[in-house]
C-alpha cells in the first residue's frame, strides 16, 4: 500500500507548480563625493532690499505732513512766520469833537452824535425818559454802554424817523453802537462780538395778493 500513490500525488507529477524566480540582492550604493567646490562656498550674505520711489515719496508726503503739523499750535494758529498784529482803526471826529454815525433797524433811520459827557441823551429833542416811556426800549440804546462799561461818560443826541418806536430804539442803538468804535477804536471787537454793529436785516414780509396779510388768508366759507 505504500508504494501505491493517491490521486493528489499523481495531480502534482501531472501539473508541476513553476518555480518563483530568483530575486538578485541590491547593489550597494556608495555615496558620491562632494566636490571641493560647494565645500570651498562663501557663506550666505543678507539680502538686500532697493526702496522703490513710491515708499520714498510716500515717506516724504509723511515727513511734511508730520512737518506741517509741528508748525501748528494746539489752538489751530499758525506759527509759522511772524504774525499779523491787529490794525487799529483812526479815531473819526467831525470839527465839533463829535463822533457821527448812522444807524438802521426796520424803517428807522437814526442819526447820532456822541460826545465825552454825563451820559445824557436826547432823541429828537426829548430826554430818553420822555420819548421812550417804556423801560425795555431805553434798556435796548443802553446795553452798548453797559457791555463797554462806559455808563454816564457819554452824551448822545440823536435825530431818528420812520418805523415805529421798537424800529427806532433800534436804529440809535446802532448809531450809538458805530458812534462809539469811532469814537473810541480800541472798543470795536467788544461792540463787534456782541453783534451791535451788524444791522439787523428782519423786516416785514410784503402783503401778497389773495391773502388778508403775508401769510394770514382770508376766513374760509364753506357756502
Do not use: C
Not at 72 to 89: E, K, M, W, Y
Amino acid at each position: 500500500m505504500a508504494d501505491k500513490k493517491s490521486l493528489s500525488d499523481l495531480g502534482e507529477l501531472t501539473n508541476p507548480k513553476p518555480e518563483a524566480p530568483v530575486e538578485a540582492a541590491p547593489a550597494p550604493v556608495e555615496a558620491a563625493p562632494a566636490p571641493a567646490a560647494a565645500a570651498e562656498a562663501p557663506p550666505a550674505e543678507a539680502p538686500v532690499y532697493q526702496r522703490s520711489e513710491r515708499s520714498d515719496s510716500r515717506s516724504d508726503s509723511r515727513g511734511g505732513r508730520r512737518d506741517r503739523e509741528e508748525r501748528v499750535d494746539d489752538h489751530g494758529v499758525s506759527t509759522q512766520g511772524p504774525q499779523i498784529a491787529a490794525v487799529l482803526r483812526e479815531q473819526q471826529l467831525d470839527k465839533h469833537g463829535r463822533a457821527y454815525a448812522t444807524g438802521r433797524r426796520k424803517d428807522a433811520v437814526a442819526r447820532v452824535w456822541l460826545k465825552p459827557g454825563t451820559g445824557k441823551i436826547v432823541i429828537n429833542g426829548r430826554e430818553q425818559e420822555v420819548y421812550f416811556a417804556r423801560p425795555t426800549l431805553r434798556l435796548i440804546i443802553n446795553q452798548v454802554f453797559d457791555v463797554t462799561d462806559r455808563k454816564g461818560q457819554y452824551d448822545v443826541e440823536a435825530t431818528v424817523v420812520g418805523g415805529g418806536l421798537s424800529g427806532q430804539a433800534g436804529a440809535v442803538r446802532h448809531g450809538i453802537s458805530t458812534a462809539l468804535t469811532r469814537y473810541e477804536p480800541s472798543l470795536r471787537t467788544t461792540v463787534k462780538r456782541e453783534g451791535f454793529l451788524t444791522r439787523d436785516p428782519r423786516v416785514v414780509e410784503r402783503k401778497k395778493y389773495g391773502r388778508a396779510k403775508a401769510r394770514r388768508s382770508f376766513q374760509f366759507s364753506k357756502r
